[in-house]
């Protein structure tokens, strides 16, 4: 009598079948919101209407995004024969050629296309093997195992390439300690920018038994630079509501809420239909695959707020209220949402839950550094050659990542500074690159990797006007619960406007150090306490350039002449 | 007040108490029902504020207090569109203010407003999350990316149904 795993996995499987190892082709797109944004959904239209039009042997998907975004609209075709061939930058009115050609004539188009994957590489000429391109091989796909591969809509698909499996094991091998104890041993520290070793937090919440405890998923993302949180949900939502269940077993949690933005639609669609499904086949609801234990979940919209990630900030936000950090203690094992014990996670930390139960502790500790193990999903634009989301192993150096990976500047003549990990840390100059991506190596030296964003600017940039914009976005999102932040960030914006039109006065300096410094002393939250961590990195790193420009030898920036920039005017009242 | 504008008023708190009931997820709270009717009616109109009182158990002042608090609510209705132009650091440094100068030209506005002709409702937004495709803009949250002032100026202005 098969288990309802059993029975589900042999659906799966059987769904694989269909698309890969069937007579009919399978034409993928790569969605997402990146893909949208290129204009992937007109690509997909139009391969499908080909498809039809022609009468082509072939099934077309939107799939995740494989996340080389500098090839996107990006389509690969895989054929009966096994070979996968991928066409970058595809515009719409190239379907009917490439259908007819590569699907019904059986002539992969080598000169259009940029790389094959599968077969033994003696019909795709001279194309590179995909996982050749230093884009792809440096990468170690864990979080992302499933990008370029599935529908992400489509929970059989999920399921046939090991999904789900965790959580079966879980649930019919393992207790609940032994899960914590297995996250612990792998040393999987959080992915939202504190990197607390999770098993540890899980560990706070695991003993209670109240009634009613709740496991919540973080997705605000409100970090500009950073996508790989919503990435994640929007490409593979279901290594995430895979994640937050064990999460919950291992804590014996009774809720899971998924917390996203409005707006962000494509991520909120891909979490509903992915949560709707889990209930529909008893991945969710009472007595999960047979078992004893029950969890519920669901999708919670917060409004537009970055401090609303903040975890205490965003409990508030849940329960519907304004989203202003709490005071901690108490802290949320003991007393979160709506005062029940709560523990709260980044979506990558919960992504990589279902491998790490997968695989044992031991696969993921040998992956990374010491300090720090598993990889890095990094999320590189600005003035990049190869702009994308990338899954590194922790450990390999910035440079290497914005060389080997990135391709180096793509415009102007080199990388002269970096934005890395959101607007509350650095701004990275060159003497930093050589710091290995790793939680302790990066806060040696006064960096973050942060919600994982790269933002890469070249040699004409202006660091006062880049400055500038960041502490107007602190200043906007301050919630306005505490005078430090929400005057001092606008008391530092007022200084570095100052600044940008060679207006500034001979105490700025000392004033705007002042000011940071009061602000971290007197704010409840990392909004306020990190808002001078910007300026204090680019202090460090490009102070002969701030001199300058406090000096008036800086051309104003901006398109303006006057080194004003347009701003929202809108305050949090 | 006249007859028309109390029975405007009656016909708009019923179409938010349909809203408001009409929400499926398990959880209901004040936040919850303020974006459901701003998801539906794209902006919040006083009587929201009154009914989501009345249907959540909670003080005007409560409801008043978070609607303030979240920057994606309005109070006016919106133009026909809206288009958001995204000023974080990465499209920044890829020319988001030049992007921002000309749709404020083509729009005729000087700041997060209307377009007079009522059509356009321009905002800027801090991250529209495809930062690999800067500078990006959006249209209904739809998200377009490799803007230039050219292309963004041909967006709004088919946006406004003018000739480009």
Same mark, same amino acid.
């Given at each position: 009598?098969?288990?309802?795993?059993?029975?589900? #996995?042999?659906?799966?499987?059987?769904?694989?079948?269909?698309?890969?190892?069937?007579?009919?082709?399978?034409?993928?797109? @790569?969605?997402?919101?990146?893909?949208?944004?290129?204009?992937?959904?007109?690509?997909?239209?139009?391969?499908?209407?080909?498809?039809?039009?022609?009468? +082509?042997?072939?099934?077309?998907?939107?799939?995740?995004?494989?996340?080389?975004?500098?090839?996107?609209?990006?389509?690969?075709?895989?054929?009966?024969?096994?070979?996968?061939?991928?066409?970058?930058?595809?515009?719409?009115?190239?379907?009917?050629?490439?259908?007819?050609?590569?699907?019904?004539?059986?002539?992969?188009?080598?000169?259009?296309?940029?790389?094959? &994957?599968?077969?033994?590489?003696?019909?795709?000429?001279?194309?590179?093997?995909?996982?050749?391109?230093? /884009?792809?091989?440096?990468?170690?796909?864990?979080?992302?195992?499933?990008?370029?591969?599935?529908?992400?809509?489509?929970?059989?698909?999920?399921? +046939?390439?090991?999904?789900?499996? +965790?959580?079966?094991?879980?649930?019919?091998?393992?207790?609940?300690?032994?899960?914590?104890?297995?996250? #612990?041993?792998?040393?999987?520290?959080?992915?939202?920018?504190?990197?607390?070793?999770?098993?540890?937090?899980?560990?706070?919440?695991?003993?209670?038994?109240?009634?009613?405890? %709740?496991?919540?998923?973080?997705?605000?993302?409100?970090?500009?630079?950073?996508?790989?949180?919503?990435?994640?949900?929007?490409?593979?939502?279901? /290594?995430?509501?895979?994640?937050?269940?064990?999460?919950? %077993?291992?804590?014996?949690?009774?809720?899971?809420?998924?917390?996203?933005?409005?707006?962000?639609?494509?991520?909120?669609?891909?979490?509903?239909? +992915?949560?709707?499904?889990? %209930?529909?086949?008893?991945?969710?609801?009472?007595?999960?695959?047979?078992?004893?234990? &029950?969890?519920?979940?669901?999708?919670?919209?917060?409004?537009?707020?970055?401090?609303?990630?903040?975890?205490?900030?965003?409990?508030?936000?849940?329960?519907?209220?304004?989203?202003?950090?709490?005071?901690?203690?108490?802290?949320?094992?003991?007393?979160?949402?709506?005062?029940?014990?709560?523990?709260?996670?980044?979506?990558? /930390?919960?992504?990589?839950?279902?491998?790490?139960?997968?695989?044992?502790?031991?696969?993921?500790?040998?992956?990374?550094?010491?300090?720090?193990?598993?990889?890095?999903?990094?999320?590189?634009? @600005?003035?990049?050659?190869?702009?994308?989301?990338?899954?590194?192993?922790?450990?390999?150096?910035?440079?290497?990542?914005?060389? #080997?990976?990135?391709?180096?500047?793509?415009?102007?003549?080199?990388?002269?500074?970096?934005?890395?990990?959101?607007?509350?840390?650095?701004?990275?100059?060159?003497?930093?690159?050589?710091?290995?991506?790793?939680?302790?190596?990066?806060?040696?030296?006064?960096?973050?990797?942060?919600?994982?964003?790269?933002?890469?600017?070249?040699?004409?940039?202006?660091?006062?006007?880049?400055?500038?914009?960041?502490?107007?976005?602190?200043?906007?999102?301050?919630?306005?619960?505490?005078?430090?932040?929400?005057?001092?960030?606008?008391?530092?914006?007022?200084?570095?406007?100052?600044?940008?039109?060679?207006?500034?006065? &001979?105490?700025?300096?000392?004033?705007?150090?002042?000011?940071?410094?009061?602000?971290?002393?007197?704010?409840?939250?990392?909004?306020?306490?990190?808002?001078?961590?910007?300026?204090?990195?680019?202090?460090? %790193?490009?102070?002969?350039?701030?001199?300058?420009?406090?000096?008036?030898?800086?051309?104003?920036?901006?398109?303006?002449?006057?080194?004003?920039?347009?701003?929202?005017?809108?305050?949090?009242? | 007040?006249?007859?028309?504008?109390?029975?405007?008023?009656?016909?708009?708190?019923?179409? *938010?108490?349909? =809203?408001?009931?009409?929400?499926?997820?398990?959880? =209901?709270? =004040?936040?919850?029902?303020?974006?459901?009717?701003?998801?539906?009616?794209?902006?919040?109109?006083?009587?929201?504020?009154?009914?989501?009182?009345?249907?959540?158990?909670?003080?005007?002042?409560?409801?008043?207090?978070?609607?303030?608090?979240?920057?994606?609510?309005?109070?006016?209705?919106?133009?026909?569109?809206?288009?958001?132009?995204?000023?974080?650091?990465?499209?920044?440094?890829?020319?988001?203010?030049?992007?921002?100068?000309?749709?404020?030209?083509?729009?005729?506005?000087?700041?997060?407003?209307?377009?007079?002709?009522?059509?356009?409702?321009?905002?800027?937004?801090?991250?529209?999350?495809?930062?690999?495709?800067?500078?990006?803009?959006?249209?209904?949250?739809?998200?377009?990316?490799?803007?230039?002032?050219?292309?963004?100026?041909? *967006?709004?202005?088919?946006?406004?149904?003018?000739?480009?």
């Amino acid at each position: 009598m098969p288990t309802p795993f059993e029975e589900l #996995k042999t659906r799966a499987l059987k769904r694989w079948d269909e698309f890969t190892s069937g007579e009919k082709a399978w034409i993928r797109i @790569g969605g997402g919101t990146s893909g949208q944004a290129s204009g992937a959904d007109s690509v997909f239209d139009s391969f499908k209407s080909t498809v039809e039009g022609l009468g +082509a042997n072939a099934n077309v998907s939107m799939v995740g995004a494989m996340g080389l975004m500098y090839m996107e609209p990006q389509v690969d075709i895989l054929m009966p024969d096994g070979v996968r061939v991928f066409y970058g930058n595809v515009e719409p009115d190239e379907a009917k050629n490439i259908v007819t050609q590569h699907v019904n004539d059986g002539k992969p188009l080598l000169d259009r296309a940029f790389a094959y &994957s599968g077969g033994d590489g003696t019909t795709t000429g001279s194309l590179p093997a995909l996982d050749s391109l230093p /884009t792809v091989s440096y990468q170690e796909r864990i979080a992302t195992r499933n990008f370029g591969e599935t529908d992400p809509h489509d929970l059989l698909q999920y399921i +046939a390439r090991g999904g789900y499996e +965790a959580l079966n094991r879980a649930l019919t091998d393992m207790t609940p300690e032994q899960i914590v104890d297995e996250i #612990k041993a792998s040393g999987l520290r959080g992915r939202g920018g504190a990197a607390f070793p999770a098993g540890v937090k899980w560990g706070f919440l695991a003993p209670s038994t109240a009634p009613t405890k %709740y496991v919540l998923c973080n997705c605000e993302e409100g970090d500009p630079g950073a996508f790989n949180d919503k990435g994640i949900i929007e490409n593979d939502p279901h /290594t995430l509501i895979e994640g937050l269940i064990i999460n919950g %077993y291992a804590t014996r949690s009774t809720h899971g809420y998924v917390f996203i933005r409005t707006g962000h639609n494509l991520p909120i669609e891909a979490a509903r239909k +992915a949560i709707q499904d889990a %209930y529909d086949v008893g991945l969710l609801g009472k007595n999960i695959l047979g078992s004893e234990f &029950s969890f519920e979940m669901e999708v919670s919209l917060t409004g537009d707020s970055y401090v609303a990630g903040e975890e205490t900030a965003l409990m508030e936000a849940i329960e519907g209220k304004r989203a202003t950090p709490r005071f901690k203690p108490p802290f949320p094992a003991a007393a979160g949402l709506w005062q029940k014990p709560t523990n709260i996670n980044n979506v990558k /930390t919960l992504a990589y839950v279902p491998e790490i139960v997968r695989n044992g502790s031991g696969w993921f500790k040998d992956i990374g550094t010491e300090t720090t193990s598993g990889t890095a999903i990094v999320c590189l634009s @600005g003035h990049i050659t190869y702009p994308g989301m990338y899954e590194i192993p922790m450990g390999m150096t910035i440079r290497d990542v914005l060389e #080997k990976i990135g391709g180096g500047v793509s415009e102007g003549e080199r990388i002269k500074v970096l934005q890395a990990g959101g607007p509350l840390n650095g701004l990275l100059g060159e003497d930093a690159f050589d710091t290995m991506i790793d939680f302790d190596a990066m806060s040696e030296a006064g960096a973050s990797i942060g919600s994982g964003g790269i933002i890469v600017g070249n040699e004409t940039t202006n660091v006062v006007d880049l400055l500038r914009n960041l502490i107007a976005f602190n200043q906007f999102e301050s919630c306005g619960k505490c005078f430090p932040c929400r005057l001092g960030n606008t008391h530092m914006l007022e200084i570095l406007d100052r600044m940008c039109q060679n207006k500034a006065k &001979s105490t700025d300096l000392a004033l705007i150090e002042r000011v940071g410094l009061s602000m971290k002393a007197g704010s409840l939250c990392g909004h306020g306490q990190l808002g001078f961590n910007p300026i204090a990195s680019a202090l460090k %790193y490009f102070g002969d350039e701030i001199e300058a420009c406090l000096a008036g030898e800086l051309p104003t920036p901006g398109v303006f002449g006057d080194g004003t920039m347009i701003l929202p005017t809108r305050t949090r009242p | 007040m006249t007859t028309a504008d109390t029975k405007q008023s009656s016909a708009l708190r019923v179409e *938010i108490q349909q =809203i408001l009931s009409a929400q499926q997820q398990p959880t =209901i709270t =004040i936040l919850s029902s303020l974006l459901a009717v701003q998801d539906s009616m794209h902006y919040l109109p006083e009587e929201a504020i009154k009914e989501t009182a009345r249907f959540t158990g909670e003080t005007t002042n409560e409801v008043w207090s978070v609607a303030s608090f979240y920057t994606n609510f309005r109070f006016t209705p919106p133009g026909e569109k809206t288009l958001d132009v995204c000023w974080g650091p990465s499209c920044h440094l890829l020319g988001a203010q030049s992007i921002l100068e000309s749709v404020h030209s083509t729009l005729e506005v000087s700041e997060e407003s209307e377009s007079p002709d009522g059509k356009v409702t321009l905002k800027y937004n801090t991250c529209l999350g495809a930062c690999a495709q800067g500078p990006c803009i959006a249209i209904d949250h739809r998200v377009f990316g490799k803007q230039t002032p050219e292309t963004a100026t041909k *967006i709004a202005m088919d946006l406004r149904g003018l000739k480009s």
